[in-house]
Nanobody
């Protein structure tokens, strides 16, 4: 089984920063065993959207709205994935979810954390 636990959300003023963390655990929880790790977010009334992803081969992908402001990274030894969010805007307010993707024999398996709230407001 895989467990993903996010932390680091909170209230921050526009222009501020937050660092989200995601800890993977469980018998199959080594992040090296996943094809990719990612952060998604969902604001009230909106669909969940991809914010940033990081493949096992260290390729990254960012939503256009966060390019140049957010950085995804990982610490394999600690089984942690991070999302550094700088120059935050009110429209970044959302629940942020950690995602792990595993592909086995052509079948895709997605694992999700419970989410952490990030609120950008003055």
């Amino acid at each position: 089984q895989v467990q993903l636990v996010e932390s680091g959300g909170g209230l921050v003023q526009p222009g501020g920063s937050l660092r989200l963390s995601c800890r993977a655990s469980g018998a199959s929880g080594s992040i090296l065993g996943f094809n990719a790790m990612a952060w998604y977010r969902q604001a009230p009334g909106n669909q969940r959207e991809l914010v940033a992803s990081l493949t096992r081969g260290n390729d990254t992908n960012y939503a256009d709205s966060v390019k140049g402001r957010f950085t995804i990274s990982r610490d394999n030894a600690k089984n942690m994935v991070y999302l550094q969010m700088n120059s935050l805007k009110p429209e970044d307010t959302a629940v942020y979810y950690c995602n792990a993707l595993r592909v086995l024999f052509g079948t895709q398996y997605d694992y999700w954390g419970q989410g952490t709230q990030a609120t950008v407001s003055s």
